[in-house]
């Protein structure tokens, strides 16, 4: 611990807990997307923000999902299109797969996208409330109308 130094310094506040990524291109045959280089970009645009609860995210570079993207609270998978954004997943004692809040995203759409997920996560979950609990209560329909039809890379459907 003395040797990672403020690595191994325990969290202050409920924050991003930890950006979890598969090897995707760097060394992995079926890596479709380059999952390290996105996840050092989530990683240092939500570093130092304050959530509600923490937050875990993954991504993979392929289906395979070695980046345990499906069970977190934001979730990026990569294919030959593209990546796939996921929200509120969970592998807890109560777990759940994040929703599918966009497909077939190029790199800077991805992090718009998680960017304004995080946003609004944090201006509208209750304090201790994890992702998965926060679309359980709020659902998909309220998220689509307050941030997702302001999205303009994301095709909705009119939300009445």
Not at 17 to 30: I, P, S
Not at 113 to 129: D, H
Request: glycine share 10%; net charge positive; with cysteine.
């Amino acid at each position: 611990m003395k040797d990672l130094g403020t690595l191994a310094a325990p969290e202050s506040a409920p924050c991003v807990r930890f950006v979890q990524a598969c090897l995707g291109t760097e060394t992995c045959q079926y890596g479709h997307q380059d999952s390290l280089g996105l996840a050092k970009e989530i990683d240092r645009m939500l570093s130092g923000m304050v959530f509600p609860a923490k937050i875990k995210i993954g991504v993979s570079g392929c289906r395979r999902s070695c980046g345990e993207c499906h069970v977190r609270d934001i979730g990026i998978l990569g294919s030959n299109r593209g990546w796939t954004v996921m929200f509120g997943g969970n592998a807890g004692t109560h777990p759940r797969f994040g929703d599918i809040i966009a497909r077939d995203l190029p790199d800077s759409e991805v992090l718009d996208c998680v960017q304004r997920l995080a946003e609004y996560y944090r201006q509208n979950a209750r304090r201790y409330e994890r992702t998965a609990r926060f679309m359980e209560r709020t659902g998909m329909d309220m998220l689509k109308r307050d941030l997702l039809v302001f999205m303009p890379y994301i095709p909705i459907e009119k939300v009445e």
